[in-house]
Structure formats: C-alpha cells, structure tokens
C-alpha cells in the first residue's frame, strides 16, 4: 500500500470522509448526460432538418449559450437554492421535448428550442466542488477532493461519446438524446438526495457572503487565473486540430487518447502531493510547463515527439483547472464560489472554442501545424504576464491560514 506522497492527503482519506462517496458517484451519474447528449443532440437535429449546417449551427447556439449564461446560472443557484430545482427539471424537460421535436422531423422546432434548453442548464461541476470544500477539513484534503473530482469528471466526458456512439448503433438519435435526459433527471434527483443532507455552503460565512462581490471578475487576480485557463483550452483546442491535420485521424486519435491520459495521470499525482508553493505560483509553474509541452511538439515535430507533449500538456492542463479552483475557494468570498468556478469552466470552454477557430486560421498559414503549435506555445508565455505582475495578496494568505484547521494532513493508505 503507498502513503500520500510527501505529506499530501491521501485519496481514500477523501473517500472517507462524511457523505464523500455519495456526493462524488451521484456527481458523476448528474454529470454524465453532460457527456452523452452532445453527439446524438447533433445527429439528431441533423435528422430532424436534413442539413449538418443548420444541425451545427444550433448546436454551436447552445454550446454558447450553455458556456457564457454558466456563471449567471451559478450565481443564481447559490443565492436562491431554490431556483435549481427548476433549472434541472427544466432543461430535463426541454431536452426531452427537443428529442420529441426531432423524432417528429419539426426540424425548424428542435433547432430553436436547443439554445433555449441550454439557458437552463445546471451547473452540476460548481455546485459539486463548492460541497467538496465544504467537507474539506484540511487544505491538503481539500486539493486531493478537488484533483479527484476533476479526474472523475475528465473520465465521465471522455466516456461519454464512447458510450453514446454505442447507443448510436442500437437506437435512433432522438430515443438516445431523450434516453439522456431521463439520466440527467435521475442524475440529479440523486445528486439532490445528497445536498440535502449537507449544512449551506456558506453557513459559516454569512457576513462574507453578505460583502462578496456581484462578480467575481473584480478581482484581479482571479482575472489572471481564469486568462490563464482560457490561454490552456485554447491550446488544448488547437493541438487537438493540428494533430488531425499534421498526421491523419489515425496518428491523432491516440495522441488526444495520451491527451486524457497524461490529465488523469497529472490529476491523481498532484492531488497527493504537499506543495510547498503558493497556488497563485503553482499556476505560473504549470502554464509554463503547457507552453513547454507545445515548444517541444513544434521542434520535434512527428509523432513521437508529439506523444511526449501531448502527455505533459494533458497533466499540465487539468492540474490549471485544480490549481483554479483551489484558488477559487481563496480568491472568492465565501457565497459566490459556485459562480467563480463557473467562471473556471466557462473561461476553459471559451479557450477551447477559440483556440479551434485560430488553429483552423493558423493552418492555412505557411508554417501549417507545425506553427500553430509553436503559437499555443507563445500564447502561453504570453499568459504568464498577468499572473506575474499579480502579487500575491496578504489578506488571501491571513485567510488560508485561518481556514487551517489541523496541523497535519492525514495520512491514511491508500
């Protein structure tokens, strides 16, 4: 049996704790629609219209939608707890209109109804990481949860597509897509079950949360955190396209597989680890290690070389999003933390989409995918400036130290 690895919490030390499992298995089956729904969505609003253009157009609407309105969903389920109950039996009960529509061929139908289905979709990763902080006793508990919790998301939405192609084959596009908000809706009755039993994220912090800001945005080094995220899903967006275009569907695919490898392996890994740096630095040391991995995919640019920077721009990658959000429970007052982590999604979301848009503009350059990963790796550099001209703020330090509540992390085996 191993030990945390130099004083870190350990991953059963988080399982352990009161009301740990439940919370992370109904978190998966809640997020695990997420996953499923976005192929058959496109096929069947595809099926519904007759036309991939108007299918993508409506599925770009509701990936925008979802992405941009997230924090504002966040931000409303947190201060009115009462208004999630309806954002998720609507959104279940839209999608599955949306199948209806699209089983029926009402093409012009579905495809309207998809960005309006998006407006109301839960932010299930924030509310979940908000509990988990909660639990924490320990800042070393507290970023193994958080390193666990996000392996555990990466994992359910890489399966997903898998196990959607597969349903894809049995039954029809729209009986897949209302199969899937049948799960979300048993997904989040479960995932309901378990807040019940949890005390208000900020019980214990309602002066905080009466003076926290509308926006987090206003902080400025909360900015830089999330220009940061943005920078690596912009990346990750764009080696993603370059891969396909330098080496074919057939290299690329287990270059994006090494991709989710080198996450879930970087995630576990430094979820156990006692770091002695400050998140706000931590966070410079991983973008810099992004910008590395890109580095060396353009000037060892073939496969091999590839495997190698795909693998450390995984690990790199979700260890920003974990390192994010811890900074999201330091840098956010307590009573808007699950709008800052939506903020952490929507700006990772967000740096995806644009990075596929300016690595497609890329490729057409002379450099081709050799260049557009040398830019990921000048886009990266380029977000170190905000993070180092951030100086590390007392007041967040003063609070970290009166959140300590043991000494010692524990050290139970794994």
Known sequence: ?????????????????????????????????????????L????????????????????????????????RLAERRPAALPWLATGFAALLGTLALLAGLRVGWGAALLAPVAALLSPPVGPLVRVRLGVLARTDAER?????????????????????????????????????CAACFALGFLALAAVFRGF????????????????????????????????????VGGQAELAAVAAWGAGTAGPLLVLLSVGGALGGLGYGRRAWRRPPHRRLAWLVLTGAGSQALTALCFAPAGAAVGFLLLGAAGDCVLITAYL???????????????????????LGVAGGSALGGLL??????????????????????????LTPAVRSVRSVRRRRRRSAEPLRAEV
Not at 19 to 37: I, M, T, V
Not at 159 to 178: D, E, Q
Not at 369 to 383: D, E, I, K, M
């Open 363 to 388: 490729l057409a350059a002379p450099t081709g995918a050799r260049g557009v990963f040398a830019s990921g790796s000048v886009l990266l550099f380029v977000a170190l400036v905000p993070l180092a």
């Open 1 to 41: 049996m191993s030990r945390p690895a130099q004083g870190g919490a350990s991953l059963r030390a988080v399982l352990a704790l009161p009301r740990a499992r439940g919370l992370f298995a109904a978190g998966a089956l809640a997020r695990l629609p997420y996953g499923l729904h976005p192929l058959p969505l």
């Open 327 to 349: 900074l999201v429970e330091e840098l956010v007052p307590e009573g808007a933390r699950t709008e800052g982590g939506a903020w952490v999604s929507t700006a990772f979301n």
């Open 43 to 74: 096929l069947a609003l595809r099926e519904a219209g007759g036309s991939y253009a108007v299918a993508g157009a409506a599925v770009g609407a509701y990936s925008l939608v979802g992405a941009v309105l997230g924090p504002a969903r966040a």
């Open 199 to 234: 005390p208000a994220p900020h019980a214990e912090g309602a002066e905080a949360s009466a003076a926290a800001p509308r926006v987090p945005l206003r902080s400025a080094a909360f900015a830089s955190v999330l220009l940061a995220v943005l920078a690596v899903g912009a």
């Open 143 to 179: 970023q193994a949860a958080l390193s666990l919790d996000a392996v555990a998301e990466s994992t359910v939405f890489a399966l997903g597509p898998a196990v959607a192609g597969a349903a894809l084959t049995v039954f029809s596009a729209p009986v897949v897509l209302g199969l």
